[in-house]
């Protein structure tokens, strides 16, 4: 890295470090990542040069795959047995909501299909953002819509808990972060394992080896932990950073048509999530707050804490959302194979 990237990397980690601050005292959802992204594009708006280096980048992205593979423990599949029609219910949810959601980015707001399908994902923030920085799709786009997406979800908590009269159930009990020598060794194993999937040409190589690293450990019991926050906050904002520095020259209109097609989509999805809901309450008794919050495709740690706070079984809540971001991990890269291969070359 010359002298001149050096400072334009200097320049961009502290814009972004900024607009996580930011966000952050302004309770935004996911501020690490949100709040960095916007910072870095108005500055790019505004002219400035910002950029994250291939290297640094590619490293958040084995980070995030590690991240992703301390949710594979064996209590998931314990939960997975409990609830087996509920959990039977999750791939077609996850489908069915990409997918609707897709035809309409494409039908109604023009996108091209692989700015469509990432803009689609239900859930998955980082992970669908850190794939868009390998496709040839419109980044500002599909980081609008999946934030408005966020935001929407988290803004209705308040609102769930005055019509339903819950209280607050207490602390949410988290897993204890990892210990410094297995985070080393995962992360050594991660980089070897990701550097093969390359060379097999897998899409999103990096991450998935952070995946395989990470899960395989924590599902055998050998590891148990979440990555500690003062690796994931670095990570997050260094991602938001990545994503804002490609927004450079994106006109305000794009902005706004995007802003909108985000309402639209999570409308759309949040009707159809409820209906499943419904129906996996009715069939499997499951207590419908429960069902909606596990079927809501909003982020894991906002969703994990709107079951505890209103005393809706966060177990089951934890486990489904679990799985929804395992199968968005395989079934994404696999949609945007094309894409991702043709971006590499």
Known sequence: MSLPEFRTFLLTVAIAAAGAAMAYLLAFPAPFLVGPAVAVTFGGLAGLQLRIPVIVRNASFVVVGLSMGTGLTPEVFVAAQTWPLSFAMVPVAVVLLLWVATWVLQRFFGYDRTTAVLAASPGHLSFVMSLAAETRSDLLAVGIIQS?????????????VEVLGLQDAGPHAALPPLGLSPLVCSFG???LLGLLFQRWRVPAALLLGGLVASGSTHLTGIVDGQMPVWIMTPTYILLGGMIGSRFSGASLK???VAFVAGGVVTVVVVVLAALIAALVSSVTAVPVDAALIAFAPGGLETMAAMAVMLNAQPTYVGAHHVLRLLILSGLMPYALRKDMRISQR
């Open 189 to 191: 194993v991660a980089v």
């Open 254 to 256: 794009a902005m706004r």
């Open 148 to 160: 408005v997406r966020v935001l929407a979800l988290t803004l209705t908590v308040p609102l769930i």
